[in-house]
């Protein structure tokens, strides 16, 4: 186990406080009603049955930690010399912590919880108070909270190198123009790429088929290129909530200064991060939207058409993201179908009881273990349709799903959504594309 | 009033009262207290009076979101709370005819001597036996099938056991009231209470004190009424405050996006 837990019954124990919640977070510690409902469908307790990872346990272990701090048998109280109430250990609390952060913030909890409770803003609260008394992130998670105030991005990268996508993507053809950057030209549309699709190789073409869409739609639209940020979700879902309002103003600020309508973006956790978590530090002059939302909104308006048949029998991964925690469920399952030849299934667990790939919240990072079995999980939903696709809307799904597909070496293909949109709009596929247009050209 | 030997309260009953309401209310305090210690934001959306209304009679009365998970776990939430709220407010109703109204008040002359006191009967009866059937159920899950969703720690015994206590104990004061006034035309509408009186019969259980039930009866409730604060029932103050919040949460988001997408059309 990556996370293990020193016993260290020495170290004083330093507070946690509770002023980073809300009353309402407080008030739901004491909501739970102990049903274990959430146990049936969270998707880290499924891959590991201990009782204090599952939300009835992190909410039992929570209100345990804040009244031994501050209720009436609090060990240095009078009540609590009475009854012999012992402190709380440091290990202990690194304990809580630990199963806290094994936690994909999936809020398949909230779905199916009887009594409502916001559980991901809850875990998020409490992470920010762990984080601020030194017991969080864990080790393994550390290191993207710090490359993401370093670089502006949670890999290590370069700042410079972030719209390097662009320019390779030029040479091999695979786009036909770099977009418009919008730190020197006007738009109506900004791409908001994200970090996952900037920098890794293996999804890039998630952005490449998306520029290439909004090109084909003739939209006006831009990147930031080297001036793009990440959105910060990772520091909001990790608990440094501090720095992730810095990262959000600054974004907010620049967005808002473009001039824009509309920022689209090909990542749901950058989508959710913007449209619901920035929601909550400034207001913003523009609209929001998934790729999938807007390349509706373009089908409908007749500036896409989808005329080639793509035939494959596919299902779709509803990234949590998207669905439950921003209510897009509609959007990507009417592209599927308004592409002719697609044969669409649905998965057993879908919409708000998706089950999740388990990439999110820090726990990839924390505990990959965990996140590979609960990826192979969701491949096992997905193959049991009897699809040969398996299509999400989100890059970091289809980065932790693509690790189940790898690891029980499965018979289904990961797409992202916009590659089957490319290949209905064109007829190929965007690999194809440089090949065959260089043969146009010689023709 | 005495010819059905209803329990008639004393004094040490009322100071029992006042000390558990002491505890209640201090735990309230402290509870309270510690949830003001929250200092973020905690509604962001505009209070939606219908989506509170509406949560409360679905969702927090009703409690129909639990049917679509199991309609077993829905009866035995839905008689536990139904059944203790029921029971509480028919104490609340007796205590006020008693101690409040005075005994010559018409509503006072009516429960207490005439015809309404039937009334109480059938209410006792009808919201006692909720309880004890949810409660019933609740054992068998927990403690005969250990459903596996389920994970018991002392606070869930506790609840169970007190509340058990309360329902059964009233049953059998009940069950010997009836029994020392075999004949009378009334017995009808306390038929739990009377089923409790033919079993003991048939069984040859003497009849015993009732009153030494009706006393276990109410201190099992002035405990368990004085632990809520401090114990697993404080959900059923909690919870319902959650659930109509959540409900106006997401009701006043939705009406802001409503609002959002229509300025934004206007706007292009």
Redesign the interface.
Known sequence: MENEVKIDQETPVREVKVENLSMRQLLELDACTRCGECSNWCPAYEQDKREPINPRGRAYDFRRLIRRQYGLLRPDGFLGKLFGKKPITEAEIKRIAADLYECSTCRQCHFVCPVSIDTVELWEAIRRSFVEAGYGPLDSQKDLVTSVKSYDNPWRQPRSSRARWTRVAKKKKRIKEEPKDLGKNKAEVIYFVGCTGSYDVNVEEVAINTVNILEHSQTDFGILGNKEKCCGSVLLRMGDRESFETIAQENIKQFNELGIKTLVTSCSGCFKTIKEDYAKVGGMNFDIKHTAEYLVELIKSGKLELKHEVKMKVTYHDPCHLGRHSGVYDAPRELLRSIPGIEFVEMERSREFSRCCGAGGGLKAGYPDIQNKISQQRISDAIATGATELVSACPFCYQGLQVGIQAMNAPITMRDITELVYRSLTGKTEQERPAAEGEAEAE | MKHYLYFEATALLYILTFVTFIFFFAGVF??IS???????????HSVSTPAIIKAFIV?VVL?L??IK?SFI?WVMHFCIFIGFMGLLALTAWEAFLADILPASSALVRLFFNNGGRLILDVWGEVFGTMLLAGLIIALLRRYVFRVA???T?LK?TVSIVLLLIISVSGFIAEAFRLMAIPGSPDLIYSFVGLLFAKVFAAAGIPMLNYKLFVWLHGLAAMLFIALIPFS?M??AF??P???I???S?KQGKHEEEVA?AHY?VS??
């Open positions: 402290v509870t510690l949830w003001r210690r929250g200092k973020a934001k905690s509604l962001y969702n409690q979101q639990i998970f776990r969703q389920l994970d720690i869930d697993k404080w959900h909690a919870s405050i959650e659930i919040l959540d409900a949460e959002a934004s706007r292009s």
